[in-house]
């Protein structure tokens, strides 16, 4: 286990943007801040050195990319509905995690959507949230914005090995690793030949 520490608060920082490769951690990142807020919320012991978590009346999540064909929902749709319950729903008093949002679509309807829903979920809820993203662009477009602050999952090739020390940097990243990855994959299936 890696620890690493998360600071929101009410005035600014009122959202963490998390960008780097898959595999690097922010989804686990993501999650487990979702699990000391709650477990905090119930009086439990938290894995924290020291933690102060106020009051949460709501976690609202939009992980992972699924499909509803028999209702006729494709993956962009079922991200879609999600996100549109969460942006009705949520107080200044919640938390909401979204993980990778709107892989459904292409990339620039994606940047798009996720900027709108940055935007909503700022003006109108006044939450607290964390959003992980591939796309670096869309954290580029809020690195002037006061309630947002960013971080990123460390990665690197090492020795010709992808390495993800699952430790959280300031900073925006600008690791591409899939020019690496896809490479990786060739030379597997050159071997299986």
């Known amino acids: 286990f890696v620890p690493n520490d998360t600071k ?8 963490l943007i998390i960008t780097g490769p898959n595999m ?8 487990q801040n ?3 807020a709650l477990m905090a919320q119930i009086g439990s012991f938290v894995p924290a050195s020291s933690c102060h978590v106020g009051v949460v009346d709501a976690i609202f999540t939009r992980i992972g990319a699924s499909d509803d064909l028999s209702a006729g929902q494709s993956t962009f749709m079922v991200e879609m509905t999600e ?5 009705q729903r949520a107080t200044k008093s919640s938390l909401v995690i979204l993980d990778e949002m709107f892989r459904g679509t292409n990339a620039k309807d994606a940047f798009e959507a996720s900027v709108a829903v940055n935007e909503l979920l700022k003006e109108y809820s006044n939450c607290h949230f964390l959003i992980s993203t591939h796309i670096l662009e869309y954290a ?3 690195e002037l914005d006061p309630f947002c602050c960013f971080y990123y999952m460390e990665a690197e090739i090492k020795d010709d090995n992808f390495v993800c020390p699952h430790r959280l940097q300031k900073g925006i990243s600008e690791a591409r690793v899939g020019y690496w990855v896809v490479r990786k994959l060739l030379n597997m299936v050159e071997l299986k030949k």
């Open 83 to 87: 996100v549109a319950e969460i942006l």
């Open 140 to 142: 580029k477009a809020f």
């Open 34 to 36: 979702a699990l000391i």
């Open 24 to 31: 690097a951690g922010k989804s686990t990142y993501m999650r």
């Open 8 to 15: 929101l608060n009410c005035t600014t920082d009122r959202c």
